[in-house]
């Protein structure tokens, strides 16, 4: 067999093998991949937690101090008996 007919027979070989193995190779490359992407999710998720949740807090405090001030001035604050 002539060497340019090896080289080609070789290259053929390595072909199948990367054809067949590339879902394997996949699944380990996926595995690989998905702990950084759901560590880079996970701390983005504490972020926002902890960025915008104090502000919410903040934000109903504020309504709800908002709405005793409006009863209050209604009249609705005031004791019956008073």
């Known amino acids: 067999m002539p060497a340019i007919h090896r080289r080609a027979a070789s290259f053929i070989h390595l072909t199948t093998l990367v054809i067949m193995t590339h879902s394997a190779l996949m699944v380990l490359v996926e ?46 604050g005031r004791s019956p008996v008073g």
């Open 31 to 76: 595995l690989a991949v998905f702990p950084v992407f759901a560590s880079i999710i996970t701390m983005l998720l504490a972020f926002v937690v902890i960025v915008v949740h104090p502000i919410l807090v903040k934000m109903q405090f504020e309504e709800v101090k908002l709405v005793i001030s409006t009863a209050c001035s209604m009249g609705f």
